[in-house]
């Protein structure tokens, strides 16, 4: 009777670990499988989010970036204001042309001005990051293009 309680209990040991291990195993296998196909729409789409990020960028740049800090540095000039002014101008400008567009865009498509605000204020806050690099790339421009122009008065004497 010893026998068979010890040869029962190796039986038991053995179901448990062999229903452990497969769980396991087949959990792992799931999620690869899962993980593939995810990544084989992720290869799928890539070239698609690839073109809008491209078309995007260029539409924020030409409607957006270009127009705020272009009547941005119009102002400044005029008024003769310190360079970092151009800065908070800047995105307020941006902040009316965004809302400008949301609210056109509204009155278009016969949407409410809360949803345009909305939508207006998520698309300003995206365009945070851009202007100041936009901003930052245009003063850097201006920087060596002046030092260039230094540099060969320079070497022309």
Known sequence: MVKTGVHWKA?????????AAAVVISGIIALTSVSYFALLVWAAAFPFMV????????????FVLLPATA???WICVKRRAHLLVQIPIATVLMAVCVLSAALVAATA???????????A???????LV???VYWWSL??????????????????R
């Open 51 to 62: 073109l809008f990020a491209l078309f995007g960028s260029v539409a924020s740049v030409l």
């Open 121 to 127: 204020a998520a698309v300003f806050g995206a365009l």
């Open 139 to 156: 003063q850097s421009a201006e920087w060596l293009i002046h030092s260039a122009t230094r540099l060969l008065a320079h070497m022309r």
């Open 71 to 73: 009547l941005t540095e």
């Open 11 to 19: 039986v038991q040991f053995a179901v448990k670990h062999a229903v």
């Open 130 to 132: 851009p202007l100041g």
């Open 109 to 119: 498509l016969e949407s409410s001005v809360h949803r345009a605000a909305s939508v």
